[in-house]
């Protein structure tokens, strides 16, 4: 947690206010044994009712002040806390964010929501618990201990030997407890996991009846989280009674020896009560200590965690150089490009060569794994490529910024993803400033206007989580539109018609190539409907590229090609 003192700056004022209210509410707890001895020695056996009744008083403004000082430490303690809570989160999302796609799969999905939600909270709480009590607790044991030496040296040596007894327990216990709370948090990243898969898979495990399946391999992964939770809760649950029998046994010697002492006048019985009062807060304090040290060491398990991301340093570096379409160079180009994804056994893509002119059209046809969408990621640089480069309008990708670049070059996905709000908000996406005019031409161009229509407020009809409230068609058609209202100058559709039937999927080409003006325009398909008209057309093949050229340049040079058409279009179709 040390590390992350940072997000203390600018609340050093609440660092250092709410600890010195709860040392002053400590003071005013140690004194009262002291006033209690004074009514009890002086008071009750003088039978001195003035002074019974102005001590009395004395005790009630104590608690008053006592009282109005622990509210301004808790507000203190919870203002810090909240303010550390969000600035860390907020840095915590955005250098997640600056992680490429590669890093993000290497530290997991699920684990990063977990890390920014559970783990900060985690956090936030042993903050705000350590302000509190790190002072307190230990003023309050420490200074009973020294009151008790003040009122009788043998007795404070018998509170002393208990106190260092549960201290001892305490700390055993927070070694033994950071490394199992550790393993309830990576536990809880598989339960998440296992959560979002079949959350958002649903209807293929039902369609596959996988229910049982899954409910059983859900149930084994919170098992293992709920038996090591148990465990820990068991070894956690020893402490508090350890604490109380090792304070509660120096009680007992401490009323022994009291009780001799007081027979011999050695000791009165208003100090025997307040050495008693001291044993009860040092009890009391303690019990609290080590629920502060379990909570500790949660949160410390889970700022290990969190300072795992911070020390995971963005894979790629941004470029300094805009990006743009430079007049004579190709608007895209692949240059003996080969790339294999982080812990694969080969390469995805292997010595591939294209070019593509200003206002060209390039379609990219292969089957599942060929390579097809590793292509459109290295072009956004998603991911940097192994081998060779990949330019945009004459630049290296690696040169350019990733703002400027994305703002050339736009990306539709097949699994189309819509965020809650309105359609309205969804196409903004692409332009924050755009006018009505700009989301009505785009919609218009991605065929979505039925779409729009269907919805009663129209632009401004609701759009659930994902999109679930449309269909796998209204949602592509949706994302195209998303992309359309940027205008971007490369445009790129991975599959983005795949749910659409041809029909549509004519018409959509149709006015993208009308619309669009000069874009570049690089379609990937499976289908050879989507790919024949454009200027070239890549062939994949295990990741290789094993034609270039026209349809029907590639129909009499190249087999793959050949046997695709021949599977989706009959002899006359595909000579058409």
């Not at 999905?109 to 709480?125: E, F, G, I, K, M």
């Amino acid at each position: 947690m040390f590390k992350l003192r940072r997000y203390l700056a600018g609340h050093y004022v609440e660092c250092v206010l709410a600890p010195l209210f709860k040392m002053l509410e400590a003071l005013l707890q140690l004194l009262v044994p002291l006033v209690m001895a004074q009514i009890i020695d002086v008071g009750i056996a003088r039978a001195d009712r003035p002074f019974i009744l102005w001590h009395g008083a004395l005790l009630v403004a104590m608690g008053v002040v006592a009282w109005v000082v622990a509210a301004l430490a808790q507000y203190f303690c919870s203002k810090l806390a909240a303010s550390f809570g969000t600035a860390l989160r907020d840095d915590l999302f955005r250098h997640v964010m600056s992680l490429s796609r590669e890093d993000v799969d290497r530290l997991g999905r699920a684990s990063l929501t977990t890390r920014v939600t559970n783990d900060s909270q985690q956090v936030q709480d042993g903050l705000n618990m350590f302000f509190r009590l790190v002072l307190r607790s230990p003023f309050v044991t420490v200074g009973s201990v020294i009151a008790a030496f003040f009122v009788n040296g043998v007795e404070g040596a018998a509170l002393l030997v208990a106190v260092l007894v549960s201290f001892a327990l305490v700390l055993g216990f927070m070694r033994v407890a950071t490394a199992r709370y550790r393993q309830i948090q990576g536990g809880l990243d598989d339960v998440l996991l296992r959560t979002t898969e079949n959350l958002e898979g649903t209807r293929v495990l039902r369609a596959f009846r996988r229910e049982a399946a899954e409910s059983e391999s859900f149930s084994g992964a919170a098992d293992t989280v709920r038996r090591t939770q148990v465990s820990t809760g068991d070894l956690s649950a020893l402490v508090s009674p350890l604490t109380y029998t090792a304070i509660n046994c120096g009680l007992i010697a401490l009323l022994w020896l009291g009780g001799v002492q007081v027979n011999v006048g050695g000791l009165t019985q208003g100090q025997l009560v307040a050495l008693v009062s001291y044993v009860t807060q040092a009890l009391v304090e303690l019990v609290k200590l080590a629920n502060l040290i379990i909570l500790l060491s949660k949160a410390s398990a889970c700022a290990r965690r969190i300072n795992e991301v911070f020390a995971t340093s963005p894979s790629q570096t941004d470029g300094t150089k805009s990006a743009a379409l430079a007049a004579g160079a190709p608007a895209v180009a692949f240059d003996d490009v080969s790339f294999s994804y982080p812990g694969a056994g080969g390469h995805a893509l292997t010595h591939v060569s294209f070019e593509i002119a200003r206002g060209g059209t390039l379609g990219v046809i292969g089957g599942t794994g060929s390579g097809k969408s590793t292509l459109a990621s290295l072009l956004m640089r998603f991911y940097d490529a192994t081998e060779g480069v990949v330019r945009v309008g004459g630049t290296d990708v690696r040169h350019l910024t990733r703002q400027s670049l994305r703002q050339v070059v736009s990306l539709v996905e097949q699994g189309a993803t819509l965020f809650s709000g309105t359609i309205a908000s969804n196409l903004r996406w692409g332009r924050a400033d755009a006018s009505e005019q700009d989301l009505a031409d785009s919609v218009a161009t991605a065929q979505a206007q039925d779409v729009v229509d269907a919805k009663e407020n129209g632009l401004e009809g609701s759009v659930e989580q994902f999109g679930r409230n449309f269909s796998g068609g209204q949602r592509q058609r949706l994302a195209v539109a998303r992309t359309l209202v940027r205008a971007p100058e490369v445009l790129i559709l991975d599959d983005a018609s795949s749910a659409l039937d041809f029909a549509t999927d004519a018409r959509l080409r149709r006015a993208i190539h009308r619309d669009l003006g000069g874009a570049t325009v690089i379609t990937i398909s499976q289908r050879v409907a989507s790919v024949r008209h454009a200027d070239q057309i890549l062939v994949l093949d295990g990741g290789r590229a094993c034609g270039l050229g026209t349809h029907e340049e590639l129909l009499a040079g190249c087999a793959v090609y050949r046997e695709i058409c021949d599977s989706q279009l009959t002899g006359e179709e595909a000579r058409r």
